[in-house]
């Protein structure tokens, strides 16, 4: 077990500099790199010049740093949102469209591994700024909160926005417009979205077909600040899948057994650090530390500061979290750079753990005076040493080998499989098929604002025969959404050192996950259009009698052979295998949300005090209050899409203002 800062005995400028742009957004892909991007970097004066193509590759194997060409050049990604797509690309939406007071932007981009480049796709009805986006079962992406792209709206974004693949559809609305930034979600086995964060108080849970989230229970949080963080640990067969989360960076983490009929939160087993000569307490608040979920099933938790942006105080000491024994562990092994606000961290295929950037301080990065040559004026809050505006952005990268990673002994599996559907079987050999004690699948993981919204783990079950392996994939998109999974086994060793049997793990094998169901809710779907076309085509010899027109009945050819054709498209998607989306026009009937229904969804009034702590939250402001009326449009929008996000701002506008005359 051991940590390093990347190149490896480098010199220490070498390290200082390697990552090149501040990582702030990341994810691990499934051609074995990570993306991180960070658009303008939290800095005005990038902001200001618009020089926003931040983002770069790094190779898990080789550590090699590359470009990604093209990275946005005419949307800011700083504090955007982004999930996996069903086919292993990253949906991102939201960003900055203005810098203090912050409002987001409208626009949506796809990052496409096979290419490195990141394509603008359509636009959302309102802006995101520290949104947080989430892979349904049906392979839809959901967007939820971020302030909103109107100076003159303090709410944040309330509308529940899905992404089918072609277009953003507004679902459902948040009850509350304030406290939701980066809100902490886990989709469920059963379908619904749970919402770790607050809302006035309260955990609640959405599912597509719901106007709005209903409580589950009360938060662990009264605030919806975003420097604690939670993960949705293992999801295990032999425990019925029950879904536990946990929240952790406070002293006291909590956990939630959302299998029980009355849930609610209760503190894990007890922490204990040596206090060392950052550390005040044994039991250090972690803010803006990361939890990282291990092969193992183990949950690293790591980096964050005893308080928001305590750069005195960081916590170098990694913790383990072993949900069977609700047991906390201190690792030896301590990470030597301190990651607090804007850091990022990953499982790596091969097991490891990637941690990268971080605000040195929590204000502005810096901006670059030889880049620009009439830079603004730093702000009062920015560093400056010697008249120059210190750089805060960390571009150390360190990685974590656990435990496990050096053993001579972790299981090696031999497998061709590259793809399987929910309800289908995954077939591998292994010379340790007679001692395997699990088989996990591990979505890759994409991450920022200490939050990783798309890693989870889920125990399968398997079954040996020789050196054969066949293991089958849960028949429930909701457990196992679609996308791009590492597919790992778990071996029993005895450890010759402690004399006992430890389960070691195999590096990760990558497998996509299919979505079966979207094939069963086309069958649904085409069974009335089959029965059209066969009612058209029916001949109905009692009609012809009565009526003067026998040709009165026989419907448009060029229209039937569209229903047809539209038939057989459907028909050959299910024949060919798994699909990574269903089109609006080929959805299956959902109760449809009526302006009446998501009228009655009561608002509720702004609470200043909560508007001025969220406008804190980037760098630091003293003064919270908003310019009303000064600012236009961004002069960066598309003209195209301004039309268009003008209309729908205009219809949630009326809508907006019908509520509050209520
Ligand atoms: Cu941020």
Known sequence: MRC???PEGASSATQNSYAQIIAIHAALLSNGKIVFFSGDQHDPGQFAHSAFDHARLFDCVTFAITPCTPAPTITDLFCCGHAFLPDGRLMISGGTLRFDHFLGTI???IFDPASAAFQNTASMSHGR???????LGNGRVLAVSGANDDPNN???NRDLEVFDGASWNVEGILSYGTDTLY??????PDGRVFFVSSMNGQSMAWSEGLATPTPVCSSPFTTGFPDHTSVLLPLLHEENYAPRIMVANMPQPQIIDLSLASPAWTNTGGRSLPVDEFLTTPTPARSNGTLTMLPTGEVLSAGGHESYGDEAHPVLAPEIYRHETDSWVVLPSRTTVSRGYHSVALLMPDGRVWFAGSDKRCDWSFHNSLDFPNPPEPTDLQQIVNGVPVDNRELRIEIFEPWYFSRTDRPVISISQQSVAVGRTITFTTPQAGSISRVALLRAGSTT???NSDQRYVGIPFTVS???????????????PPGPYMLFVLAQVVDPQIGATIDVPSVGHWITVANGKSHKELVKEIKPEIEYVKAELEFDPKAIVEVDDPFATVVDPPEMLERIARAVDNLSRIVGGSRSFIKPSERPMLPLISKERLAAVPIHPLDKDTLARQLKMEGMMAQPQMEEGKEEHNHRHDPVMDGQAEKSAKDMDSRRKDKKKR
């Open 183 to 188: 809100p902490r979600l886990h989709l469920l």
């Open 154 to 156: 303090t709410e944040q």
């Open 466 to 480: 020789g050196n054969t392996v066949q293991v089958t994939v849960p028949d429930n998109e909701n457990l196992v």
């Open 129 to 135: 700024w520290y949104p947080t986006l989430i892979t």
């Open 4 to 6: 390093f800062i990347v």
């Open 107 to 109: 626009q949506a981009w």
């Open 449 to 451: 604002h200490a939050f």
